[in-house]
């Protein structure tokens, strides 16, 4: 037995471990993890054919087994395409595995040039590669799916990089690589064949996990209805604010609004359409606040707004361009859903607890309400300074 078949059938082994951890993911509902796992079985059985080539007949140590090993290289794509939420493209994908394909029956019974057929299946295997990368690339992500995703498009990088140079060498130096003695470019060849599958499966394993862990934070820190932050995620980002505004000296205001009568919109047009209101609002929210500023839902119809670097008079002015974002009148069957709401604003004190703030926010909100509501009402302003002004509009 050839000692290069030693790798192929290692990788084979990576393959089926591959299919066990990508099943274990198969309840996750991830996109893309089903395809991933065809791949590696695919490549398994192509591998398994590559390494027992001086027994089978020609057709399937040359043709089946790179249509089995290029169809895995492009199910790997299609899960990746599929986990990004991008359409695959199956034509140009079909079109260029039937291509290779015939290329490589071309130079097998036609002319036999085992090189040009190696670099023509490299391109290919490269050519996908490269699509890999660009597509995880071009995705804008949270910043909490970076690292998978940088690693995994460096490794598809690297790999695009290295079929690539594979193509050319075989083309520039005919022979080189298919010398039976393990020279140094013939093994670092062989090894990049074999490991890309795998390592690029680890990738889309590595960004799955990361989703997931993404996905339970967002469960654990947003609100369901709205997607605003819920109360657990305000009380632990006012936490860190305020240990920063005490080191910095900087100002840190609190926001706390609630919408006018929503017991009577509940009544009047139905418990869903009182929801509407709830995502709409937060919907305004999310379009006036700022990249580091947190909109949150206290409860019920309250929410809070938490707004760091800003002092009373920059809380002041935000809960002044909310109250108008948030005068509302939104179209239903029923008849139109007008709704505004109610705004008290705190700003930090010296020493002060946060649960100190929100209860001074809150009692300027309980202000805004008895003034008439659809109003804004400062507490009571730091060290005696005068009440800033709280006109409507
Ligand atoms: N649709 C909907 N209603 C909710 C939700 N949570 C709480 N409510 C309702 O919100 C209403 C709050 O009513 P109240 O506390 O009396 O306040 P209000 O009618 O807004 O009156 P003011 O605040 O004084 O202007 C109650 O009827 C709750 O049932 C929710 O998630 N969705």
């Known amino acids: 037995m050839s000692s290069a078949i030693y790798p192929l059938l290692l990788t084979a082994a990576l393959c089926v471990v591959m299919v066990f951890v990508l099943a274990s993911l198969g309840r996750s509902g991830i996109p893309g993890v089903h395809a991933w796992a065809l791949a590696n079985g695919a490549a398994m059985l192509s591998l398994l054919l590559f390494s027992a080539v001086a027994g089978l007949p020609a057709l399937l140590a040359v043709e089946i087994s790179e249509a089995l090993l290029g169809l ?23 079109a260029g595995l039937a291509l290779m394909l015939a290329a490589v029956a071309w130079f097998h019974y036609v002319v036999d040039d085992p090189d040009t057929r190696m670099a023509i299946a490299s391109l290919l ?35 695009a990089g290295g079929h690539l140079g594979r193509a050319l060498a075989h083309l520039a130096h005919p022979r080189m690589l298919a010398g039976a003695a393990p020279s140094l470019s013939n093994s670092f060849y062989l090894a990049l064949g ?33 997607g605003a932050w819920n109360r657990r995620a305000l009380f632990r980002f006012a936490d860190r604010e305020l240990q920063r505004a005490r080191r910095t000296g900087r100002p840190l205001s609190l926001l706390v609004l609630d919408v006018d009568h929503f017991k009577r919109i509940n009544d009047l047009h139905g418990h869903a359409q ?49 109250r108008q974002a948030m005068q509302r009148t939104l179209p239903e069957s029923s008849g139109a859903i007008a709704y505004t709401v ?19 926010a809150d009692v300027a909100l309980y202000a805004a309400k008895e003034a008439g509501r659809n109003t804004v009402r400062m507490a009571e302003p730091p060290d005696g300074l005068p009440q800033a002004p709280h006109a409507r509009g």
């Open 342 to 360: 109610s705004i008290g604003v705190a700003t930090l004190r010296e020493e002060e607890s946060f649960s100190a703030l929100l209860g001074r």
């Open 194 to 226: 074999t490991v890309a599958l795998p390592v690029l499966t680890i990738g889309a394993v590595m960004m799955v996990h990361e989703r997931m862990l993404a996905q339970a934070e967002d469960m654990a820190n947003r609100d369901y209805l709205t």
């Open 274 to 322: 009182g929801d509407r209101v709830l995502v709409d609002l937060t919907a305004q929210a999310g379009a006036i606040i700022r990249r580091f500023d947190l909109f949150a839902r206290l409860g019920g119809e309250e929410f809070a707004l938490l707004l760091p670097e800003a002092d009373a008079d920059a809380a002041l002015h935000a809960a002044h361009r909310l």
């Open 72 to 94: 895995s290289i492009c199910l790997l794509y299609d899960g990746f395409r599929r986990f990004l939420g991008r359409p695959t493209p199956y034509a140009v994908l079909g």
């Open 125 to 159: 295997h490269g050519g996908v590669c490269l699509a890999i990368a660009a597509d995880i690339l071009r995705q804008p992500h949270d910043a909490r799916l970076a690292y998978a995703h940088r690693f995994t498009a460096t490794a598809a990088l690297l790999f």
